[in-house]
């Protein structure tokens, strides 16, 4: 080897398919950047502004191959992948890069000796800073000032600081303030703030084990899909199975080779009637097995609001009908009617291994709200919403909650589950000014100054006002107080950065 380094993007190692001639320009620091003003009165300009701007690394590249073509084929696959990648570098173990390839990539046989090959990549570094590879976790304790916590930046750059919070009780509000900072989520109220607003109730969480089950009825909602269409109308058969995650489909029923219609179990229940309510579900809708085995399953899942009477007030549907196809369609309605339709992206088909997320419906007043959020490592990745007003439909009160999982003839089944239900009942009649507030059990993080409740993104929870980066500066210790009318257990998170 001309080079003893060992070069990895992501987890791909680029060592296995090519050498260094030189070590790789990594740059001393990144490019500075500075907003110049001229002197009015003297020569000179003065710096009015100053900025760390992005860095280009470099990497000149010897390769020794009978397969020049399959290495390129192969580097391609994962130089391309998109958006950003760790690229980590055996000499600084403990620090990586966010990279993109970028600029023109080279890559020429030799004549001399036709194995050998001579090239160059280059990449973009957009922030110009190594990344620490772990983080560093910093728990809020009670002291005689609240609860603190105090973090020790040892980076030489500044450095985002997230937040992980577990609501032990409800709360109307937290807040995280440093010296220079200060973050708060949740409802805050004026201090001369004249009209109170009504507290929103919280009237179901259900994890949907089997300590709950029971308060759930089996095989009797209303289904949406082909509710009556002859031979071809959908059917409530199979049964359930429970497990500490949820409910899960354990049969879709037994059927014939004649038979073509949707078929499978649902659950639903009762709750208290209401004019303004959210619910907020968390599914599966997964394909599994791979290849021609994964294509030929076929799934289909309602998820409805109704009122006392079996009328639909909002829906969702998820559906793969198609015996050759890994598609997935979601279909929002109001009422009877589709309100908007569309495909997951390859993206969330493929990524994890399908859909597991959560869905929100929400009704204040006549405005309706859908929102689904594919959710990977606890954090919402992708995501549709869509908002609609509907006069008729806002005159019904909710009353009833239902669940459909089914699959089409004798195609085998999608992996289907419910493994969270909370309902709320909304008591302001002002779709602006529904107060956020957080309930017992509610997860709360703040990652790169994103909010995500339940691991759903609610940047709505910011207070205005609030700082909109949370930062600590460079090998400094910085006191974080933690404040809340609830009781919660919360740690500070940093990745420490260096020029």
Request: glycine content about 6%; aromatic content about 10%; charged content about 25%.
């Amino acid at each position: 080897m001309i080079s003893d380094l060992e070069i990895k993007l992501n987890d791909f190692s680029l060592s296995d398919y090519f050498d260094l001639t030189d070590e790789p320009d990594r740059g001393l620091f990144p490019e500075v950047q500075h907003d110049l003003v001229q002197m009015a009165r003297s020569n000179g300009s003065r710096a009015t502004n100053k900025r760390l701007t992005h860095r280009i690394i470099t990497l000149p590249l010897y390769a020794l191959s009978g397969n020049f073509r399959q290495t390129k084929d192969d580097l391609a696959n994962v130089l391309f992948a998109e958006g950003r990648q760790r690229l980590w570098f055996s000499d600084e173990p403990d620090r990586y890069w966010l990279v993109e390839l970028t600029g023109e990539s080279s890559w020429k046989r030799s004549l001399d000796n036709r194995g050998e090959a001579y090239g160059e990549l280059k990449f973009l570094c957009e922030d110009g800073l190594a990344h620490s590879i772990n983080s560093r976790a910093f728990l809020f304790s009670n002291t005689e000032e609240g609860m603190l916590t105090t973090i020790q930046n040892n980076g030489t750059a500044s450095t985002t600081v997230d937040f992980n919070v577990d609501f032990l009780s409800d709360a109307n509000s937290i807040a995280f303030v440093s010296a220079e900072k200060v973050l708060q989520l949740g409802a805050a109220e004026a201090p001369d703030s004249i009209e109170e607003v009504p507290k929103t109730e919280l009237v179901l969480k259900d994890q949907m084990t089997s300590s709950t089950s029971a308060q759930w009825n089996i095989n009797q909602a209303r289904i949406r899909r082909n509710e009556s269409a002859g031979d071809h109308t959908s059917k409530r058969m199979g049964s359930l199975k429970y497990d500490s995650t949820g409910t899960w489909v354990s049969s879709t029923g037994s059927v014939t080779d004649e038979d073509k219609f949707w078929h499978g179990p649902s659950i639903s229940r009762d709750i208290i009637e209401m004019e303004n309510w959210e619910v907020w579900s968390a599914v599966t809708f997964k394909s599994t097995g791979g290849g021609k085995s994964e294509a030929a399953q076929e799934g289909l899942m309602e998820i409805n609001v109704l009122d006392e009477d079996n009328n639909f007030l909002m829906g969702l549907q998820l559906m793969d009908g198609y015996p050759t196809l890994d598609k997935v369609s979601w279909t929002f309605f109001i009422g009877d009617n589709v309100v908007d339709w569309g495909y997951f992206p390859n993206s969330v088909m493929k990524s994890g291994g399908g859909f597991y997320g959560q869905v929100i419906f929400k009704k204040v007043d006549n405005k309706f709200s859908f929102k689904i959020a594919r959710v990977s490592n606890n954090k919402e990745t992708w995501r549709v919403s869509r908002e609609t007003v509907n006069n008729t439909i806002a005159s019904l009160s909710a009353k009833r909650v239902s669940y459909y999982m089914a699959t089409y003839g004798k195609q085998p089944a999608y992996n289907m589950g419910v493994s969270f239900c909370q309902i709320k009942k909304i008591n302001s009649l002002d779709p602006l000014n529904v107060p956020l507030t957080f309930y017992e059990g509610d997860y709360l993080q703040v990652i790169d100054n994103k909010i995500y409740l339940n691991s759903v993104l609610s940047g709505d929870y910011r207070v205005v006002g609030s700082s909109n980066v949370f930062t600590v500066d460079a090998s400094s210790t910085t006191p974080i107080y933690c404040v809340t009318d609830g009781d919660v257990t919360a740690t500070a998170e940093i990745r420490e950065r260096f020029v």
